[in-house]
T-cell receptor
Framework: SQTIHQWPATLVQPVGSPLSLECTVE??????LYWYRQAAGRGLQLLFY??????ISSEVPQNLSASRPQDRQFILSSKKLLLSDSGFYLC?????????????FGNGTRLTVT | AQSVTQLGSHVSVSEGALVLLRCNYS??????LFWYVQYPNQGLQLLLK??????LVKGINGFEAEFKKSETSFHLTKPSAHMSDAAEYFC??????????????FGQGTRLTINP
């Protein structure tokens, strides 16, 4: 069976510090990968998605970036965090070329920027 | 562009009562619709989905939803609420693949509270 792992579960970082959140998927190959952010009291916002190694699409311009160095690894990064980057970050995957394939989410990383 | 509106950010029902969570969508093409549930400090779990075919969709944990094209709605129901149903529920819409990926648009979420 497929599993998705995200770490760390919680993170407290000062403004201006760098960020690296990691997500890995097991039990499948060539998945679509996604990063979502959930701000307090708001819905989920799609940040990035990837359909293959090195292929990243950005949905929202901001000081975050994403990379996919391996088939089942997705990394969310920032060089300098802002207070507004605080939120709950969720990684998700689904099958490539399956239009009704639901997203499978990790347990998320709660980021607090102080 | 697609959009989703969930009516009511908070819904409270008594244990054993009917649960009704409302979702309306906007889409210029036939949509694919999903309901997800999120328990505290966890990711989202798929409850059910509508793609094509039967408009009444049954999901896990006794939930079901009905796609009504004329009303552009996809409301989530459960006949009898259980304490374990307390969670946040998200409705989402997609019109299929974009560049090989599926881009879901989520509603703002509805927090369901169950009163004993």
């Amino acid at each position: 069976s497929q599993t998705i792992h995200q770490w760390p579960a919680t993170l407290v970082q000062p403004v201006g510090s760098p960020l690296s959140l990691e997500c890995t998927v097991e039990g499948t190959s060539n998945p679509n990968l996604y990063w979502y952010r959930q701000a307090a009291g708001r819905g989920l916002q799609l940040l990035f998605y990837s359909i293959g190694i090195g292929q990243i699409s950005s949905e929202v311009p901001q000081n975050l970036s994403a990379s996919r160095p391996q088939d089942r690894q997705f990394i969310l990064s920032s060089k300098k965090l802002l207070l507004s980057d605080s939120g709950f970050y969720l990684c998700a995957w689904n099958k490539v070329s399956s239009y009704n394939s639901p997203l499978h989410f990790g347990n998320g990383t709660r980021l607090t920027v102080t | 562009a697609q959009s989703v509106t969930q009516l009511g950010s908070h819904v409270s029902v008594s244990e054993g009562a009917l649960v009704l969570l409302r979702c309306n969508y906007s889409s210029s093409v036939p949509p694919y619709l999903f309901w997800y549930v999120q328990y505290p400090n966890q990711g989202l779990q798929l409850l059910l989905k509508y793609t094509t075919g039967a408009t009444l969709v049954k999901g896990i944990n006794g939930f079901e939803a009905e796609f009504k094209k004329s009303e552009t709605s996809f409301h989530l129901t459960k006949p009898s609420a259980h304490m374990s149903d307390a969670a946040e529920y998200f409705c989402a819409v997609t019109t299929g693949e974009i560049q090989g990926a599926q881009k879901l648009v989520f509603g703002q979420g509805t927090r369901l509270t169950i009163n004993p």
